[in-house]
């Protein structure tokens, strides 16, 4: 079973950045790709971003697109996300997970059965203040 540690989250200006980490260990993630969600206070959890790490596949969500960025470390079983232009309805708590390669291929959708389907990380709050 898969483990996911992530760091980097914290307290930003808007304008900022900030860059969070997901660590994995556990299973190797060939066959699977790595994807950021995010729950705001009140709001359901939303896909940002994800990377198929054995084709470099990328999605963005189009909240997000043109100031975030998303990279992986084969190597480290690591992957970031670099979060430039922060906004204050960026603030939410950013949650690490591998994930099927064919869910970010469809755009990284979230529901209920995608929920039980995943290994999440423990979560990272990013509070970005106007």
């Known amino acids: 079973e898969v483990q996911l540690v992530e760091s980097g989250g914290g307290l930003v200006q808007a304008g900022g950045s900030l860059r969070l980490s997901c660590a994995a260990s556990g299973s190797t993630l060939d066959d699977y790709a790595i994807g950021w969600f995010r729950q705001a206070p009140g709001k359901e959890r939303e896909g940002v971003s994800c990377?198929?790490?054995?084709?470099?596949?990328?999605y963005y969500a189009h909240s997000v697109k043109g100031r975030f960025t998303m990279s992986s470390d084969n190597a480290k079983n690591t992957a970031y996300l670099q979060m430039n232009s922060l906004k204050p309805e960026d603030t939410a708590v950013y949650y690490c997970a591998v994930v099927l390669k064919f869910l970010c291929y469809s755009g990284l959708p979230y529901s209920q059965s995608v929920h039980e389907h995943i290994s999440w990380g423990q979560g990272t709050q990013v509070t970005v203040s106007s």
């Open positions: 990377i198929s790490t054995s084709d470099d596949y990328t």
